[in-house]
Antibody, heavy 118, light 107 residues
Framework: EVQLKESGPGLVQPSQTLSLTCTVS????????VHWVRQPPGKGLEWMGV???????AYNSALKSRLSISRDTSKSQVFLKMNSLQTEDTAIYYC????????????WGQGVMVTVSS | DIQMTQSPASLSASLGETVTIECLAS??????LAWYQQKPGKSPQLLIY???SLHTGVPSRFSGSGSGTQYSLKINSLQPEDFASYYC?????????FGAGTKLELK
């Protein structure tokens, strides 16, 4: 069974760094790409970036200077790090699996709520 | 970057009605478009991929169409569980931009 689960701190102070982990099961990170998507409260979905199955990454240009995505294939984990957090980064953060054709997201994690506040 | 313009932002409809949501891409995305449904407090769920292919388990009252830059999601005979938010997404290339969403509410 395919599963993705996000984990990380629920509260981050302004200007600090957010670190999230997406732990996957039921598939290999070397076969499927994993994306990060976030959703501020009451707002729409924002694509953040991707760890491609081949090991390269791509980022939303609006976040690129602050965002880093990496992985540990042996642990089936994908990591998101974003620095200089501000209140507008308060959101639910999701990891999601790309289809084998890399053109739609077929499985999503439950999401983790991150609040940026002092 | 490909921009996705979705309309309307909100929609009020009655049970049994048929509704259509539109999505306009800023350039040709060659039918590589997905639609997602999101219910309050839940993760988005894939409905349709490649513009018109129904994902496994999705009821046949949902259908997608379109080509080039213009796409639509149609829901026939609205059921109580269909009242949710819907998003289109560019699947052609990164950044994999989403439309701003459509909130479908019960009239």
């Amino acid at each position: 069974e395919v599963q993705l689960k996000e984990s990380g701190p629920g509260l981050v102070q302004p200007s600090q760094t957010l670190s999230l982990t997406c732990t996957v099961s039921g598939f290999s990170l070397t076969d499927y790409s994993v994306h990060w998507v976030r959703q501020p409260p009451g707002k729409g979905l924002e694509w953040m970036g991707v760890m491609w199955s081949g090991g390269s990454t791509a980022y939303n240009s609006a976040l690129k200077s602050r965002l880093s995505i990496s992985r540990d294939t042996s642990k089936s984990q994908v990591f998101l790090k974003m620095n200089s957090l501000q209140t507008e980064d308060t959101a639910i953060y999701y990891c999601t699996r790309d289809s084998i054709y890399n053109n739609y997201f077929d499985y999503w994690g439950q999401g983790v709520m991150v609040t940026v506040s002092s | 970057d490909i921009q996705m313009t979705q309309s309307p932002a909100s929609l009020s409809a009655s049970l049994g009605e048929t509704v259509t949501i539109e999505c306009l891409a800023s350039e040709d995305i060659y039918d590589i478009l997905a639609w997602y449904q999101q219910k309050p407090g839940k993760s988005p769920q894939l409905l349709i991929y490649d513009a018109s292919s129904l994902h496994t388990g999705v009821p046949s009252r949902f259908s997608g169409s379109g080509s080039g830059t213009q796409y639509s999601l149609k829901i026939n005979s609205l059921q109580p569980e269909d009242f949710a938010s819907y998003y289109c997404q560019n699947g052609l290339s990164a950044p994999r931009t989403f439309g701003a969403g459509t909130k479908l509410e019960l009239k």
